[in-house]
């Protein structure tokens, strides 16, 4: 068993606070890429970077044989892994694992090309990767229907639908990966059920005593046409997480803001 730190990039965000602890559980020592500086501790060390930026990249991948690249933004997120990659393969870097999203290959906006892009600068890295596409988190739908609650009237896009799945489900599978061989690209990760955004957001409502009407609204264009085709989704051949929407926001009920 290789006893050289795992690279974490995006240990700190809501993934990674998952991941870093199940790999500490599986008895491996984690290097935390972070743009901020944190203490040491618990076989955790942390070297401030700045993939954006390339900064910090090649001391935080240096003696490293695995990668756990989380770390991701609403842009750049092709330019970040780019930089990652260059300096990985520079420093012997034996097994990449990317966390993509499902529909990266489909939805044409610049969000998912960003990460499509960054997919091929992944598998075209000459090093051995693997990639996980997963579906929205339910970190991401409780912060998408908490704003559409906020309005007096809640809009419901037409068949625009999501599958989100459990960021600790996600993590699980992620270290099951990172821990064995290169396996490209796996099959993808989504939660147990299908719901459309309207469905999410009266899930939300009853879960705070709230009520507000719906009102259905139908998306323009390319990237109406590409949601209503289910272009975000994948509904064969996926792998299922076990935590469901409902549970997950009992679970969050209480939280202050959620």
Request: aromatic residues 4%.
């Amino acid at each position: 068993m290789t006893t050289s730190p795992i690279l974490v990039t995006g240990g700190t965000g809501t993934l990674g606070r998952h991941v870093v602890p199940l790999l500490r559980e599986a008895g491996r020592d984690v290097r935390v890429l972070s743009r901020h500086g944190h203490a040491a501790g618990d076989g955790v060390r942390y070297v401030v970077g700045d993939l954006l930026e390339d900064e910090g990249v090649e001391a935080a991948v240096a003696g490293v044989e695995t990668v756990l690249h989380l770390a991701g933004g609403a842009k750049g997120d092709d330019r970040a892994t780019a930089n990652l990659v260059r300096a990985a393969r520079q420093a012997g870097v034996r097994h990449l694992v990317y966390i993509s999203v499902i529909g990266a290959d489909r939805l044409p906006l610049g969000y998912f090309r960003a990460k499509r892009d960054a997919e091929l600068a992944v598998a075209d890295s000459g090093i051995p990767w693997t990639t996980l596409r997963a579906a929205q988190f339910h970190d991401l739908a409780l912060k998408t229907a908490a704003a559409m609650a906020k309005l007096p009237v809640v809009p419901s896009p037409g068949g625009l639908r999501w599958q989100p799945v459990d960021s600790r489900d996600v993590a699980a599978r992620l270290v099951e990966l990172a821990l064995d061989r290169p396996a490209g690209l796996v099959p993808d990760l989504a939660g147990p059920t299908v719901y459309g955004l309207g469905e999410l957001a009266r899930g939300y409502l009853r879960s705070r005593g709230k009520r507000r009407p719906l009102l259905p609204v139908r998306l323009p264009g390319k990237v109406g046409r590409a949601y209503r085709a289910g272009d975000n989704l994948t509904l064969k051949g996926a792998e299922t997480g076990h935590r469901t929407w409902e549970a997950f926001l009992a679970e969050r009920s209480g939280a202050p803001g959620a």
